[in-house]
């Protein structure tokens, strides 16, 4: 399992992240046509490549296999094995900004979130999290801004029973946001947190996250 270059230095809340693919063209086009066309439609196949990316992740797992990687999957440390879906995990996405509900109408996280929790029959909890804070759009800010902008952005309204969540996003670009909304699932009860992403933005040859302005 691959190591997050990012994650090494400073270990996230949540467990591991898996990612669908990589955000480059031409696949980041299913992201741009979900957002800014509406085309729902695409939250089916965005869906299917986390899919596909946690069953290559649980195949290596069973097998014990060490070496080798599974397609845009990260680790925060290297040693666990994020791949592997907790039996009675609850699917939670992360919820948007309110400009961007008013400008797009609709959440893509919690579009994916529902076609994964179809594909897969775990139970879906959107009202699990909630945003509490609002800032500028994160498309345009820079990494360090990013960094320091989602602390203290996501809470829980209530106490969550002691399970597995598998937090869901459309694309990773920092790390930021999973972050924030992780600590908040588990200062709220949750007993370990897992990412499921889309797409994540593939790492740069100086060992850091690339940015991206995402759509």
């Known amino acids: 399992m691959p190591t997050c270059p990012d994650c090494a230095r400073c270990p996230p809340a949540y467990r591991g992240v ?3 693919c990589d955000y480059e063209a031409p696949a980041d086009l299913l992201i741009t046509r979900l957002k800014r066309e509406k085309r729902f439609a695409l939250a089916g196949p965005l869906a299917g490549l986390i899919l596909d990316s946690l069953a290559q992740a649980g195949s290596r797992a069973a097998s014990g296999c060490s070496s080798g990687t599974v397609t845009a999957s990260v680790s925060p440390g290297g040693s666990s094995e994020p791949g592997v879906r907790p039996a009675d995990a609850v699917l939670v996405p992360v919820p948007a900004a309110r400009a961007s509900l ?20 775990l139970p879906l909890r959107p009202a699990w999290l909630r945003r509490v804070a609002e800032g500028p759009r994160q498309a ?6 990013r960094l320091g902008g989602a602390a203290s952005t996501y809470a829980c309204p209530s106490r969550l029973p002691a399970c597995p969540v598998l937090l869901v996003d459309d694309v990773m670009t920092t790390g930021a946001t999973l972050n924030a909304a992780a600590a908040a699932l588990l200062a709220a009860g949750a007993s370990e947190v897992l990412c499921l992403v889309a797409m994540r933005a593939p790492v740069e040859d100086g060992g850091v996250l690339a940015q991206y302005r995402l759509p």
Not at 140 to 145: E, F, N, P
């Open 102 to 121: 008013r400008r797009r109408g609709f959440n893509p996280a919690g579009e994916i979130a529902r076609e994964l929790a179809r594909a897969t029959g």
């Open 18 to 20: 898996v990612a669908g």
């Open 140 to 145: 345009s800010l820079d990494r360090a801004a």
